[in-house]
């Protein structure tokens, strides 16, 4: 299986970690808002759109049989008006490759097991 990590940088850069101000809150993401998570890689909406079949047919392959848990491990960072601006989580992908996905302004790190 070809292990489709199309965010990924292979070094973590601890100067790009900070806190969250307080104008920003982590919380799950809703069922409701799949495709605001499906969008997040994509800088440009017309960008997004041009990729929302690879983007359902990669949540297909990664997430589907294990939605719920999706559900419950996906996280969104949001501003103060509650609107998500980046996401973030850890995952067995494939079960072989635990990700932990930052995304936004797109960024990753992946250990091989």
């Given amino acids: 299986m070809d292990k489709n990590l199309f965010m990924m940088c292979r070094v973590l850069n601890p100067q790009a ?3 969250l101000s307080k104008e ?3 919380r799950k993401c809703r069922r ?3 495709d605001v998570w499906k969008n997040m890689p994509f800088d440009d909406p017309e960008v997004a759109e041009k990729y929302s079949g690879f983007m359902q047919k990669y ?3 990664v997430y ?3 939605e719920n848990l999706f559900f419950q491990k996906c996280l969104f ?3 103060k008006d509650d609107v998500p601006i980046g996401t973030c989580f ?3 992908s494939y079960d072989k490759i635990t990700s ?3 995304s936004g302004k797109s960024a990753s790190k992946c250990v091989e097991k």
């Fill in 77 to 79: 960072v949001c501003d």
């Fill in 24 to 26: 920003y809150h982590i």
């Fill in 90 to 92: 850890a995952w067995s």
């Fill in 64 to 66: 589907s049989d294990k």
């Fill in 100 to 102: 932990t996905l930052v």
């Fill in 17 to 19: 970690m900070t806190e």
């Fill in 59 to 61: 949540f297909e392959d």
């Fill in 32 to 34: 409701d808002e799949l």
